[in-house]
């Protein structure tokens, strides 16, 4: 089960911090990633950290989103500054199988999401 919390409503510049719980999951054996979906669009990727600990990124969320792992607690962070308009979304997350392509496969069902809208 993956449940993702922490959205709210945000003025554009703001910043907002999610977390995301993922009990069964051992963050040393999987990437893990934060994807996001827009009304009416696919849900992309934003940010993860493979098993080794190397963090990636979107272009979009370079210099604005910081993705980072507790590996005792299982759980992902994703702090977001910055936040404009188009970053409104519905946040989740999961394992994906790579980092290479926007919407990459993920190894589990899909958990709640946290809303995320930035007012302009």
């Known amino acids: 089960q993956l449940q993702a919390s922490g959205g709210g409503l945000v003025q554009a510049g703001g910043s907002l911090r999610l977390s995301c719980a993922a009990p069964?999951?051992?963050?040393?054996?999987?990437?893990m990633g934060w994807f996001r979906q827009a009304a009416g669009k696919q849900r992309e990727l934003v940010a993860g950290i493979n098993a080794s600990g190397y963090a990636h990124y979107r272009d979009f969320a370079k210099g604005r989103f910081t993705v980072s792992r507790d590996i005792a607690k299982s759980t992902l962070t994703l702090q977001m500054d910055s936040l404009n308009a188009e970053d409104t979304a519905v946040y989740y997350c999961?394992?994906?199988?790579?980092?290479?392509?926007?919407?990459?496969?993920?190894?589990?069902?899909w958990g709640q999401g946290t809303q995320v809208t930035v007012s302009s």
């Open positions: 069964a999951i051992n963050f040393r054996n999987y990437a």
């Open positions: 999961n394992s994906p199988y790579s980092f290479y392509v926007p919407s990459p496969g993920v190894r589990y069902s």
